[in-house]
């Protein structure tokens, strides 16, 4: 287990497991701080502090807190004694948004500061929010000498939408339909994550058959992803062949969808309760043909290029994350794999149908660039083995239970997302959103970026960047 | 080795859809479409309540038949509406409102007069226009002022052996100072306003702006204001403070192509739209 030392704040008993979420909600009148936390043995932990006055920081024991602690300080005013830079990350300064130095009183305090790297030869790049491409929008600010990088900083939250907000203002079984718009492109993750939530707090099970084709449709997601970013991976070293045989492949996927779902990227599939459509037995054959020729055409494909010296020589050693610091900073999915950190959720804490699945989660250990373009190869594998045993053998009976409208109560979620660990908390009264936390796996990988970037050359960021595969509406909201 | 991959490359079929087959094809958008004959003012109202983006709306005037109105500009196609419907609701088989002004991507019915109030019928583009397009170039830079990513997603997935925008002369530029074309998701965020007005004006004149997805025509389900007029909605909506709004709140629009996320038959069909009504108004 990847561990971090948490001293919660009111007692002085310290906790050893990983940092999962830090974030505020207000009931009443209080302000309470909930730390969510993985520990060996007993499982994830939501110990809840109620909030009177300054609250220590957890950061310097734990720098997976950073993030989450200057979050709840922007949204509620919380001070945290003893975090280094307590800036505001979600909004910045702008016209729209004002001076936010000016903007003491309402708890915006301080801008963020990029930190200087000084010395002979040392210069800044700055890069975004508009990138180059057909890409979301951020600021990278590095500091290089020659090609080298020294430092790089990230300035992120530019997709900032108000989404948790906007979740209190949807009735709950409805708000599915904005966490498939949290990340769009891990759609159907978010869905799963969301409805458990829901779920968890009636206490429902979901038919055997809703579980099935919620798995299906994950593994199928995570395969697209998967087989989008190996391609992309290619094309960032230039070599365009194998880049534009796995676009060709990731849109064959696509289209089995279509055909088995009406839909490519599981939109409007999963509900609270199960999900809205099945599959036909004549549809499962079909998609299950499809999905085979499509993946085994991929692990071709892979293992070709990967055996490529050109490619080799840019993959190797490009990128590298050290274990120490992916543990520190609680990285989670393929990029934790990559370090040879052995976390995955549907194996850790398994969930509707991976509750009777088998499968493996491969590692790897050097964590570089070529470790986490191997581990998306592997990991392909076995989404495809699992696609392709359920969708053989499909439980019959209905697929969708019954919800009630009506409910109260808190529960969390977890999903193995295609990029890692994803959670949601959420709390109901009487059917009404009272608050939905969402961390993303990206929201939790982001800040590791910049320790696998510094010493590379600046040409090979796009590279790293794209081994990583990091969503900024996920991290951003 | 790179030879092999090469090869097999080659020895693989030609995936390209034709041109004919990409037009007005919006299958997997999980747009909707009424049944003006099937619709009763019961069912108009229980799909006006189902709507999480206030897509569908009523209105109801004292002596007058209930009006519904479908905006498909908000609409992000969950489908509630056809589960809802009692047949009234379908999935679309076509759809020609790609690339077309806001206004046209809002329909009206009266109910139980079988009519539809507003414009109903969309020519196909011709098949002339679309090979007088051929030939032609057009550099587009796509905006991301705040999108999910699922418009990203699709809008990239325009370039593969599928779809193959190039087959038109239409390229993605890194540059804005390179564009022709704006293609803008949304909503903007109050963090990237300033960036999308700057990316704007770095375009050279003339210069066109395409507004994609349902957040980038109305701002979706992220404003909670577009479901203000729901039936059932008593207590007041707050604003959402971070976000700006649907593109046209920044950035002046020449068409919009609806869908959550657009399908890419969709996006090609309403860049192509937007490229000829331009080009006839000038």
Known sequence: MAGATLRLSDRDEEVTGRLVSIFANRIGGRLVLHYLVDLPGPGYQDFEYVVSGPVRSMTPLTPAASWHEREVHEQYGVEFTGHPALDPLLRHSSPENGDLRSDRATGHVGVSHFLRVQGEGVCEVPVGPVHAGIIEPGHFRFSVVGDTVLHLQLQLFYTHKGTEKVFETLPANQAVSLAESVSGDNCLAHAVAYCQALEEIQRLEIPPKAAAIRLIGLEIERLVCHIGDFGALCGDVGFSVPAAYCARLKEDLLQASVKAMGTRCWRGIAVAGGVRQEITVAGAQELRQRIRTAAEDFFGIADQALNTPSLEDRFEGAGILAQKAATDLGVVGPVARACGIALDVRRDHPYGAYKQSNFDVPTWHYGDVMSRARIRVMEANSSLQMILDHLASLPEGSSRTPISSHASGSAFSTVESPRGELLYWLQLEDGRIQRCHVRSPSFRNWPALPFAVAGNIIADFPLINKSFNLSYSGCDR | ?282
């Open chain 2, 1 to 282: 080795m790179i030879t092999d991959v090469v090869l097999r490359s080659l020895k693989s079929r030609s995936q390209l859809i034709p041109v004919d087959k990409l037009l007005n094809d919006c299958a997997a958008s999980r747009m909707p479409e009424v049944i003006a004959q099937a619709l009763t003012e019961p069912i108009a109202t229980r799909i006006a309540d189902v709507c999480p983006t206030g897509a569908i709306t009523t209105e109801s005037r004292v002596g007058e038949a209930m009006t519904l109105r479908l905006d498909y500009g908000k609409c992000i196609g969950c489908g509630r509406c056809m589960d809802a419907g009692d047949g009234a609701v379908r999935l679309a088989g076509s759809f020609s409102r790609c690339g077309v002004s806001r206004k046209e991507l809002i329909r009206t019915w009266k109910i139980n007069s079988e009519a539809e109030e507003s414009n109903a019928a969309f020519p196909a583009v011709a098949r002339e226009a679309i090979y007088g397009l051929i030939g032609r170039a057009l550099n587009i830079r796509q905006l991301d002022p705040g999108s999910c990513n699922g418009c990203e997603a699709e809008i990239t997935a325009l370039t593969n052996p599928y779809y193959d925008l190039e087959r038109w002369g239409i390229h993605f530029v890194a540059s804005p100072k390179h564009a022709d074309m704006l293609l803008v998701t949304g909503p903007i965020t109050s963090n990237m306003a300033a960036a999308a007005r700057k990316t704007y004006e770095a375009v050279p004149w003339p210069k066109l702006v395409v507004a994609v997805g349902a957040c980038g025509c109305s701002a979706g389900i992220f404003d909670p204001c577009n479901r203000a007029s729901r039936p059932t909605e008593t207590a007041t909506i707050p604003r959402n403070e971070v976000i700006i709004g649907p593109v046209d709140s920044v950035l002046p629009v020449d068409g919009y192509i609806p869908g959550c996320p657009p399908t890419p038959p969709m996006l090609i069909s309403g860049i192509l739209a937007v490229l000829r009504r331009r080009t006839l108004e000038r």
